[in-house]
């Protein structure tokens, strides 16, 4: 069965129709990729899809249930977890704790509870500083545990936020651009994360500009540009689309891409 | 044209740079590549001068740069596309760019904007919105952008190619390229090592806040140190 | 309908020194995110010093002159020594240095000059001018007349000038500012000394109505302060509605409703306001995309 | 044994109660301890609103006017005991916060400031205006709490000053206490989380408008206990505990002191505590030195007088 | 050295009520101690600015008490200070002498502490009489809703119907508002009022005067004691606040009262001291705080000792004693010692005051 189905989805803001019925499934342990133009309407398609823009019209369908609109930490409660393209840190907090803040639904529990500091409290704290630790091992920044999220660099950042998502044990991913800032020995560390992490069962929606990638995990790709779905099939399918070469990829990089592919 | 000795800087009690030397030419186009947190953007913040120096010397057309004011370096001919895009984002598009010609009152301002609603049409569609409501690849073009109406002699890149479409990407190359002819140089910061160092004609690897290797474009391409650690090949 | 005209009337007078008020946090607010509470100070300044100027002898329109030039020095002398100087400090940590301002103002005033109440001669006289079959003072046109103004400046300003473009880019985003080339510290300190200028010139205008002493600051700014946030903080448009509005509430509530709970009823028509329209009447929206 | 930090800032904090009365000359110096530790309460719950969740408030001082006027109204009116009352004030304070915090808490900054703004002048309003349960400006007493009565009964003779400086010591201690435990417990996170962003808030499934109202109620609820400290203290209680001026002031403690944590906060409250007792020797220039003061403070410590003091000390021993 | 404590509101809202008694307090005590002293012994005065701030007040009082060592204490500018310095000092067994008008102060008389001024009570019962013989029995109030203000409308309300008047209107004013001409409009709409009484102190009744005048109202004025001093008709200006009368003391009009009034020479006498030395015109404030200050100096000279339980008990004793508010005659059961009589009544006639026969 799928995990995701996305139907008929499209917003507007002022006279500009972001998307437009866009439509797409996704199933378990499955990597679908979003390509498109710059401002073809990824992360605004992620944004209805996480519960962060109401959807003009079409639904979101979470494993059989309808959660168009729902907000996001309700989403979080029902396995979808995401990172952002302009990124979203917890500044103030040491990147342990934006990890740690990422096990939120494991590890709340009643006010009182962590006011009175009751051994159940300091548990939960527990437990997640563990799974942070290991999260942060997975993503390489197990150095930095200590340090001040905003003291990171943007590369770091990136895995920060990969690692934070992770800590909710999501059944459905998204990742926006997860690679953007990262070098090609950087971007290959994150791929096979990714690989990895849907190895495991997670379903992963992935808006990348890096062909490369893109080409090498997806088993699905949708090609958005003026909000619009231009095209879908698998890697080989996509990059060989005229219209897909044409709005997108252009000449060069297709072939860069193949070369190296 | 641009002359760095043994820059050091730091953050509070952290030093991240330690003792950075470098040097661009007139017209050169000089790639830095490094892994993240190398220290890549902390020596183009020094240059802008918003990040203090705590040891070195930056000198810059052949006077020392250190001194200078950060909004003063505009003048002096330097511009920089920082991380993180750093575009107006309550302002529009417009205003941003004629921002970023915030130091001329001439009638050549029109003309650059012009020419940078030519090299970006995007941009021209998007005029009158708010900046902030742009697509992450929509707002590092305006960063560039704005960047190019300060009319830079020498223009400092952090990751331009960061978020933008491949198609793109290709394009923004060949405008670093194009500047050449103007006689813009050109010290360009990328993760995507080998789209930069195939353009330029110099490069520079910074490894945490050390220079660990430098020397021509070509060599540096063909160098297996860096093409395993770096390119990825 | 006398009342209702005079209601109107009282109104629109005590919203246009709520307005002049208002406007004056504009400015600083433009520029840096931070509310200036010592926006009432600089009122305050404004009248004292032009009471103490006219007592000293000087005709009136000098002693206003010297007042809005010294008001406008001491803000700028504020920015240069106190705001400058603590670059870098988060938008809190500026609040309460302009808390501190406000404390350390009344200080002096009150050491400088006295703790009396003071008036100033109303400009064009104390005969009431019949609207209606109700009255309103001469002094109240200065006002509203000041207001208007105050606000047609500082929209060309901030819509028109690049220079009001380049203080809206330095709260936007410091660090792009000073990159295109902005001289930030500037900026900074020309906001302070227009906001103090306007501040001292709403301080010349109002003290014939509202009179003056060292501490009619604080309670100025609040009401300026929550009409600016009424209209939409940052916005002349805003200020000059919101102050307008909230004088007209309250005069209006006093007239019909309650006088003893006018500005409660004012308060509570804000918070209506705020929760349809959470950035006030004007207020734009930050845009920020994730 | 390693001390966590938190439990060191309860040590400096416990010993500093403890071990200070010891070098006071006479009984005024407890009035100022005790002072000090009813501003600290209520600035703890700042601490916990702004210094933890962001969020700013300048009407709490009409929660610890509701606090202060449970201990006079309710025994006058519903012969409770005024411990109870105190408690009552809490409920009560705790619910109106519920009640405001749910419209108010969707504004941002200074729009959430100028309508807690509000919020506050409504109740010093009520207050004032209310004459015939209130007593009006002019204030209304409180009645005996009684306690020290029944100490001295068990043999523990205390002065009046002693007894409050004792009582309002201890409760500090327990309102630090629950805040250090909540800062590093899941729901302190979740709080510091939602004040670095919202949306990633909401997107590790923390529902940011529940956490903002929780903040909101647990900081009213200790605004509410300072008040009923306050009013029991003095015996006489008037609308001015419920001004604005006391609700910036206490903002002003917290951000002073260093607003994210809630030892600096403590200390902000002790500076703008003492600071005036101390300045009294220049009369007419006490306003002025004090303006200084803090004005010198944020400049040259811009993140609080404590953490600025720790970060140096941290400096030096590295 | 006696030590005399003193926290009055020098600062804040009460300013200028608190200032001229401030620096009453201190000229008097220089002039005292430089004559000599009381039976030889100088006042040491503690003087502490409270800011008007009921809170601080009690702080100051325990400081007096418990670090100063005072035997006396003045003070409490406004009543809810004052209200607050009263456990400390009732606790202390100090005596105090408060500066403030509320009539809860003495009544119920409390062991230790007086006061110096008219109540509020007092005021509208001079002011009421006032309006009965002038046949005024249907007025308009409004009344400022500081403690002043609130505290005079709630006596003024409750001793109307035993002078037959009826308040028809009713309305108030915020302390630091602007404009009043709403209130007023509502009061003249009321075509029954005879008269409008406006207690308050601060900026409002001078406002409230010049809205007056502003809306052509030609019904009688009366203001408060709130607002006795110079200063009054100046912020009002001359013309708006023709024909206004109020409840005040002789120190307003000292060189009108007959020569041989007891309370002229006291009140020249402070008159010119205060005028001298600082260059500002005396106000009714000032006069409460040299009148507490001469009972608290009249005491000691009669007490056995400088002990405050002595002290008190001669402060209860006081008798006859001149003062700028009038003759103060106290007694166990009357901290206050003053009477009507004492209390007069001015009109405002071309910028200067005259006393109402
Ligand atoms: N809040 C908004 N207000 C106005 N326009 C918006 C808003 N959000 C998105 N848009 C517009 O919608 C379009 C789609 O933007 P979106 O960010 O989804 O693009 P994208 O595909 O993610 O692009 P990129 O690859 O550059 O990140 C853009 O043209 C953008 O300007
Ligand atoms: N504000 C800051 N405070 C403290 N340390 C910082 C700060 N900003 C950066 N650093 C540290 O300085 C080092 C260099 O960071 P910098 O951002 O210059 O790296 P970079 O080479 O640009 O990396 P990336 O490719 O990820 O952008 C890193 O270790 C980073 O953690
Ligand atoms: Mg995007
Ligand atoms: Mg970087």
């Not at chain 5, 606790?91 to 408060?98: N, T």
């Amino acid at each position: 069965m799928s995990l995701l189905v996305v139907e008929g989805l499209g917003i507007k803001f002022g006279g500009l129709h972001a998307v437009k019925d866009v439509g797409f499934t996704l199933k378990s342990g499955e990597i679908v990729s979003i390509i498109g133009p710059n401002g073809a309407g990824k992360t605004t398609l992620f944004n209805m899809i996480s519960g962060i823009y109401l959807p003009l019209a079409g639904r979101v369908m979470l494993n059989g249930e309808d959660v168009t609109g729902m907000s996001p930490n309700r989403l979080a409660e029902r396995g979808l977890s995401r990172t952002f393209q302009n990124l979203q840190i917890f500044q103030s907090m040491t990147v342990l704790e934006n990890v740690m803040a990422g096990f939120h639904l494991q590890a709340r529990g009643p006010v009182l509870s962590d006011m009175l500091g009751l051994p159940g409290s300091r548990r939960r704290s527990r437990e997640a500083e563990a799974g942070a630790r290991l999260l942060l091992e997975r993503v390489g920044l197990e150095r930095a545990a200590e340090r001040e999220a905003g003291a990171l660099s943007y590369g770091a950042l990136k895995r920060l936020e990969i690692a934070r998502a992770l800590a909710l044990r999501p059944k459905v991913l998204l990742l926006d651009e997860p690679a953007a800032g990262c070098n090609a020995v950087e971007t290959e560390e994150i791929d096979h994360l990714i690989a990895a992490v849907a190895a495991e069962g997670v379903s992963i929606l992935l808006v990348e500009h890096d062909m490369k990638m893109v080409m090498r995990i997806s088993n699905h790709i949708v090609v958005l540009d003026y909000g619009e779905k231009i095209a879908e099939g698998d890697p080989a399918t996509v990059s060989r689309d005229k219209r897909v070469i044409a709005a997108y990829l252009g000449a060069q990089a297709t072939e860069a891409a193949n070369a190296d592919g | 044209m641009l002359t760095v000795e043994g820059l050091r800087s730091r953050y509070g009690r952290i030093e991240v740079l330690h003792g950075v030397d470098l040097h661009v030419d007139s017209g050169e186009i000089v790639a830095v590549v490094g892994a993240n947190g190398a220290g890549k953007t902390t020596l183009l913040r020094c240059l802008s001068g918003v990040q203090p120096v705590s040891a070195g010397q930056i000198m810059f057309r052949g006077e020392p740069l250190t001194a200078v004011p950060a909004f003063r370096r505009l003048q002096r001919g330097l511009a920089q596309s920082p991380e993180g895009r750093q575009i107006f984002t309550n302002l529009t598009v417009e205003e941003n760019l004629r921002l970023g010609a915030f130091i001329y009152e001439d009638e050549r301002v029109d003309r650059d904007m012009q020419d940078a609603f030519a090299m970006f049409p995007i941009l021209r569609e998007k005029r009158n919105l708010a900046a902030g409501g742009l697509s992450g690849g929509q707002q590092q073009m305006l960063a560039i952008a704005r960047a190019l109406m300060g009319r830079p002699a020498c223009l400092l890149l952090d990751e331009p190619s960061m978020g933008l479409a491949p198609i793109l990407v290709a394009q923004i190359f060949d405008v670093v390229k194009s500047l050449k002819a103007l006689d813009v140089t050109v010290l360009l910061v990328e993760q995507n090592a080998f789209g930069a160092l195939s353009i330029a004609d110099r490069g520079y690897v910074l490894e945490t806040g050390r220079i660990s290797f430098e020397g021509a474009a070509a060599e540096l391409i063909a160098d297996p140190r860096i093409r395993e650690a770096y390119l990825g090949i | 309908m006398p009342e209702l005209m005079q209601f109107l009337l009282s109104g629109i007078t005590v919203g246009a020194v709520y307005a002049l008020v208002a406007l004056g946090f504009t400015i600083i607010y433009n520029a840096s995110d931070v509310v200036n509470f010592a926006q009432g100070e600089f009122v305050m300044l404004g009248g004292m010093i032009t009471v103490f100027a006219y007592q000293a002898g000087l005709p009136l329109p000098l002693a206003a002159l010297i007042a809005i030039a010294a008001t406008a020095a001491a803000g700028v002398a504020f920015n240069k020594l106190a705001i400058e100087t603590a670059r870098g400090a988060p938008v809190v940590s500026l609040i309460i240095i302009t808390i501190g301002a406000s404390i350390f103002i009344q200080g002096v005033a009150q050491v400088v000059f006295d703790k009396q109440l003071h008036r100033l001669p109303a400009f064009s006289g104390d005969e009431p001018l019949h609207v209606f079959g109700a009255t309103i003072l001469p002094q109240s046109l200065w006002v509203m007349g000041g207001a208007l103004i105050v606000f047609v400046g500082l929209w060309v300003f901030f819509t028109r000038t690049l220079t009001g473009r380049a203080v809206l880019a330095t709260s936007n985003n410091r660090l792009a500012a000073q990159l295109v080339g902005i001289n930030t510290n500037f900026v900074m300190t020309l906001s302070f000394g227009l906001s103090a200028a306007i501040g001292a010139l709403a301080g010349v205008l109002v003290t014939p109505i509202t009179l003056t002493s060292y501490q009619i600051g604080i309670s100025l700014a609040l009401k300026g302060f929550a009409a600016a946030m009424l209209g939409g903080m940052g916005n002349p448009k805003g200020a000059l509605v919101g102050g307008i509005a909230l004088g007209l509430l309250e005069a209006l509530t006093a007239g019909y409703l309650s006088s003893q709970y006018k500005d409660a009823v004012a308060f509570v028509v804000i918070l209506a306001v705020l929760f349809a329209m959470p950035q006030g009447l004007f207020g734009r929206k930050a845009m920020e995309r994730v | 044994m390693k001390l966590s930090a938190k439990q060191a800032s309860l040590l400096v904090l416990a010993v500093l109660i403890v071990l200070s009365p010891f070098f006071f000359p006479s009984g005024y110096y407890f009035r100022v301890g005790s002072l000090l530790f009813v501003n600290g309460l209520a600035v703890v719950g700042i601490v916990i609103l702004t210094g933890f969740a962001g969020q700013i408030s300048l009407g709490h001082a009409g929660f610890v006017g509701i606090g202060a006027y449970a201990c006079a109204l309710a025994p006058a009116y519903l012969g409770l005991h005024p411990a109870l009352s105190a408690v009552l004030g809490a409920v009560v304070s705790g619910a109106t916060a519920y009640l405001v915090g749910r419209p108010i808490l969707r504004l941002k900054g200074y729009y959430l400031a100028v309508a807690s703004l509000g919020f506050g002048i409504l109740v010093s309003m009520v207050l004032a205006n209310e004459a015939r349960w209130t007593g009006g400006p002019d204030g209304i007493k409180t009645p005996d709490l009684g306690l020290r009565g029944l100490l001295a009964d068990m043999g523990l003779e205390l002065t009046n000053p002693q007894f409050w400086y004792a009582l309002s010591g201890l409760a500090l201690l327990i309102g630090a206490w629950l805040a250090l435990n909540l800062r590093d417990s899941p729901t302190g996170r979740a709080l510091r989380a939602l004040h670095g962003s919202e949306v990633a808030a909401r997107t590790v499934g923390i529902d940011v408008a529940q956490a903002k109202l929780m903040a909101f109620v647990v900081s009213a609820v200790y605004a509410s206990a300072s008040g009923s400290l306050l009013a029991l203290q003095n015996r006489f209680i008037t609308p001015d505990v419920a001004g604005y001026m006391h609700s910036i002031e206490l903002v002003t403690m917290a951000v002073l002191g260093g607003a994210g944590s809630v030892l600096g906060a403590i200390f902000g409250a002790g500076i703008l505590t003492l600071l005036p007792q101390a300045l009294t020797v220049f009369q007419n220039y006490e306003q002025i030195m004090l303006g200084l003061v803090m004005m010198l403070v944020m400049v040259f410590m811009r993140q609080g007088l404590l953490p600025s003091v720790l970060g140096l000390m941290r400096g030096r021993g590295e | 050295d006696i030590k005399l404590g003193a926290t009055v509101s020098e600062t804040g809202p009460a300013s200028f009520l608190g200032d001229p008694e401030a620096k009453t307090l201190k000229l008097m005590v220089e002039q005292i101690n430089a004559s000599g002293g009381i039976k030889g012994e100088k006042i040491k005065l503690f003087l502490y600015d409270d800011g008007g701030d009921p809170n601080k007040a009690r702080t100051f009082a325990t400081r007096l008490v418990e670090d100063d060592g005072v035997v006396a204490i003045i003070g409490g500018t406004t009543t809810g200070t004052s209200m607050s310095v009263m456990p400390v000092v009732e606790d202390a067994k100090i005596p105090f002498i408060s500066l403030a008008g509320a009539i809860e102060i003495i009544d119920p008389v409390r062991p230790n502490t007086f006061k110096t001024p008219h109540t509020d009570r007092m005021a509208c019962e001079k002011i009421f009489d006032d309006m009965k013989k002038r046949g005024y029995t249907k007025i308009g109030m409004l009344s400022g809703t500081d403690g002043f203000g609130a505290s005079m409308r709630a006596q003024c309300l409750a001793v109307a119907p035993n002078y037959g008047i009826t308040i028809l209107a009713d309305e108030n004013y915020g302390p630091k508002d602007a404009d009043m001409t709403p209130q007023l409009t509502n009061i003249r709409g009321k075509s029954d009022i005879q008269a409008v009484l406006s207690p308050g102190f601060g900026q409002g009744p001078a406002i409230v005067t010049r809205n007056y005048a502003q809306l052509g109202i030609t019904l009688p004025l009366y203001q408060s004691h709130g607002v006795a001093s110079n200063g009054f008709i100046e912020l009002a200006g001359a013309k708006a606040s023709e024909g206004v009368r109020l409840p005040g003391t002789a120190l307003l009009v000292g060189e009108l009262l007959a020569d041989n009034d007891p309370q002229k020479p006291v009140v020249m006498a402070y008159k010119t001291a205060f005028e001298k030395a600082t260059g500002t015109p005396v106000s009714t404030f000032g006069g409460y705080a040299h009148d507490a200050l001469r009972i608290f100096v009249d005491a000691v000279s009669r007490s056995k000792s400088t002990k405050p339980a002595d002290i008190r008990d001669a402060i209860e004793k006081t008798s006859g004693l001149v003062g700028t508010t009038g003759t103060v005659t106290m007694s166990p059961k009357d901290h206050l010692g003053l009477d009507l009589g004492s209390f007069r009544m001015l009109e405002i006639k071309n910028g200067g005051w005259v006393l109402v026969k």
